[in-house]
């Protein structure tokens, strides 16, 4: 009998305590997950990685979040992007959602 799969999880976000609370948490239910620190950086991760999901952060030095979404739609991946993130303005999430995120959620946060 094949086993399945566990599903890929690419967390992204520059404070390295919740990238790392956010990971234990979901390899502790079972997924494969990877991090990454900022946006460039994830997007060479989730190239590699091919992750199912990836909990994506906005504010981060460089490249923001709503940027690597867009990278990654513009590129044809049809990833699950839930935005984790403190910008909670109605314009925020509307930005958010408009550049191919799934869902958007603010922090601080409830596991």
Do not use: H, W
Not at 1 to 6: E, H, L, T, Y
Not at 21 to 36: C, D, N, P, Q
Not at 61 to 88: H, N, Y
């Amino acid at each position: 009998m094949k086993q399945a799969q566990a599903q890929k999880i690419l967390v992204v976000d520059d404070e390295r305590s919740i990238s790392d609370l956010i990971a234990t948490s979901l390899r502790f239910v079972g997924f494969e997950v990877e991090t990454a620190a900022n946006g460039s950086e994830a997007l060479t991760v989730a190239e590699a990685f091919r992750p199912d999901a990836v909990v994506l952060d906005v504010m981060m030095p460089g490249m923001d979040g709503f940027e690597v979404c867009k990278k990654l739609r513009d590129d044809g991946q049809s990833i699950g992007v839930l935005f984790l993130t403190a910008k909670d303005t109605t314009e925020d999430k509307i930005n958010g959602l408009t550049v191919g995120g799934d869902d958007y959620m603010t922090k601080p946060f409830s596991l």
